[in-house]
């Protein structure tokens, strides 16, 4: 696992007329946060796509846990997770940054890994360590080592 | 359960740089879908709002199962349940409107009834009917005799 | 000049928290009139793109009119014409449908045709004819022959 | 006139299948640059609209000059000023905020000072302090001295 938080602001464009923020923005706001993330962790996903790595959403959760409105500053915690082979796998938690930190907003995304062809790919190890932390560098050396992983 | 079907095109707006559409759109044609369904039986969503009952979202999930470009001419099904007492669920289907009408994504969202103050409401019978087909309308008769309804 | 004419509703996701639609939709409204505008003149924007002519945007003026609410039906005319050999230009007024048709916005964006290496390229006769109308016409038969153009 | 410049990120959810950002999200940055500028100055914006003063767009421009892609940093200067009694006026620079600075885009907008029933109101010497600068500090002495102002 690997993790990262950060801050942003809610845009006006963002709201609707019930006064709080749109909810399909949920799901712009997960998809921030692994820029955040991947810049976070050193290799920036504009470069993962340029070494021909992609990462299509097949699954995307959002649960609405609470209001934010028009410039509330949010707190955005992600962490990242290797699901067997070729699944990536993000979990978002969306709080107001000023205590007491009220829950906006938690979710999960997931992803394969595919080239440009969207041909799913197997995750390449420096990805599964990037992204997966200490556990998932463990399983990368042992599957070097011919040790087969179930998915 | 309710059901309504109609087509929409994807919007250039609409597209990302992978050259399908951007996943969070998927919750903006749901959203779309309920506003249809909702015209579709006779008292749009916007008469709702006008009564003082307004349907925030708690939950939503979508499954992306396709591509689909700019242009595309897409078929969305949405179906309606009353899920208790005081939450609405809605499934979703997106194909292709051209023949073999290839599956796009799929999803469902959960809303509770709640009055301006966002405080949750007891869903009334014309709408438990209205969106909830025959069983619904069933139960509701029942509940009016009396007979208590599990979540 | 080539004109057309459709009705489109307001999304929820279109409005913003001062309960009319927020003011970026509109250019995304202006992109839906062209691919309509296309569409009604027989080739889709599509067929451009596929035929290696882009329309990338250099200018977008949008003046506001009026308010237009969630679930508005709304009447946009689109209106081309071209600019010189290398520019074409569209113009967009939007109305409520429902008389009196009360003015809700109205606006111009400037394109140039481009390659898929985003050079400027002389417009093609066809789509001359196509969005310059008769005039256009016109003007394109006088530079086959040889008759130069003042841009 | 007062001016405020800040850096942003294109968001992958802003690219269009062009690979560069779509155009509307021009119009996103202008108004996020307005609440960063009206921040900047001490009185968020969120801060006008509790006083009763709200600034609705009647007019929005922009001339694209360059292309963003994802991720891409980008540095917005806006700039403020009255524009007689009743309108502000801003005025936007996007340039990549790697040197050379390469420009993407410019515009302005053309806001009315209204209370929240859509009212025009004259625009509070507060405001025109703020916003206006040294210059309109100077014809707010005035105006209070009784002095007209020609619009």
Known sequence: MASHTFTFRVR???TDQMGTFYNARALE?????????SRSLGVPYTEWEKQGFFLPLVEAHANYKGTARYDDLLEMTVTSSVAGHVRLRFEY???HAAEPKKLVATGYTVHPVVDAQMRPMRIPDWIRT???GPEAEK?????????AQAE
């Open 130 to 132: 990037q992204l997966g």
């Open 29 to 37: 706001w997960f998809e921030v946060a692994r820029s955040e993330l």
């Open 93 to 95: 938690v969306i709080r």
């Open 139 to 147: 399983a990368a050396e042992k599957n070097m080592d011919g040790t």
């Open 12 to 14: 006006y464009a963002e």
